[in-house]
């Protein structure tokens, strides 16, 4: 009786947790992404990743901390070279088992128009989003405005290295994919549907579908769901983890993912 009732006591505390954390909007809550994240990985602590578009390799990285703290190998991709410079220098102790790649992943391997804002430090460190705004669609960068006023006179058009998917993965030796994050502002469909997944089969692919239309979203989540994946998709990107990844998972993953899925009315996310 004692035991059942100390029980109730934690579900009920539990409960008023959430509670009182959702009607504050507790970002802790609010953003499931890296509580996913890090349940996976404590079951998967040697596994290869790939991430394109991934900046700096510290701004808005759900993937840092874990890529600190295991033994995941991989490559990290980022077509803009001042940022790219940046990220050689933010992630230099990771040389030993990360590769850097300055190049754009593209429909075609050769030399594309890539849009971007100019380099300004100063801004960058104000609005952490400023050098994370590059893109193959000039419209996609433009549509900041509201974050960037003058984003007509800071954006600029370079012309960077592209290569095919198949083509990158040939070039930098990848074998296989665990996980696989994909942030290329508008972009991400273009990739998704360019991936062979009867031969790539990452256990935990992220991808932002925020500028991606209607079309676009539906198409990637046929795709997805295709191969076997269960998705939740928040306001900017779609969580999408392998069905047999949260059954060999450990408890938390599973709970973590029990309580992401159940919980979509309040989060006001779409899953499948």
Not at 25 to 32: G, T
Not at 183 to 201: L, P, S
């Amino acid at each position: 009786m004692r035991i059942r009732f100390r029980e109730f006591l934690k579900k009920f505390e539990f409960s008023r947790y959430v509670y009182r954390s959702i009607k504050r909007k507790s970002p802790e809550i609010l953003d499931i992404k890296p509580k996913i994240i890090a349940r996976y990985s404590k079951s998967n602590q040697r596994d290869f990743f790939v991430q394109i578009g991934v900046n700096d390799g510290d701004q808005q990285d759900p993937f840092q901390r874990v890529i600190e703290q295991n033994e995941w190998r991989g490559v990290m991709v980022e077509p803009v070279i001042y940022v790219f410079n940046r990220l050689i220098k933010n992630k230099d102790h990771l040389k030993h088992r990360v590769k850097f790649a300055n190049v754009a992943i593209s429909d075609q391997s050769g030399k594309a128009d890539f849009w971007h804002l100019q380099e300004d430090a100063k801004l960058a460190e104000e609005r952490r989003l400023y050098d994370a705004l590059g893109s193959f669609r000039k419209e996609v960068v433009l549509s900041h405005k509201y974050l960037i006023p003058d984003i007509e006179e800071r954006l600029i058009k370079t012309e960077v290295d592209t290569l095919t998917f198949d083509d990158f993965c040939e070039l930098y030796d990848v074998k296989r994919i665990d996980v696989l994050q994909i942030d290329t502002e508008g972009y991400d469909y273009e990739i998704i549907k360019a991936i062979n997944f009867d031969k790539v089969k990452p256990g935990l692919l992220i991808y932002e579908h925020l500028h991606l239309s209607d079309e676009d979203r539906r198409e990637c989540r046929k795709i997805i769901q295709g191969h076997g994946y269960r998705y939740y998709e928040d306001t900017m990107d779609a969580l999408c983890i392998k069905s047999s990844s949260i059954k060999k998972g450990r408890l938390g993953l599973l709970l973590s993912w029990y309580w992401l899925t159940t919980t979509r009315n309040i989060f006001g996310g779409i899953v499948g």
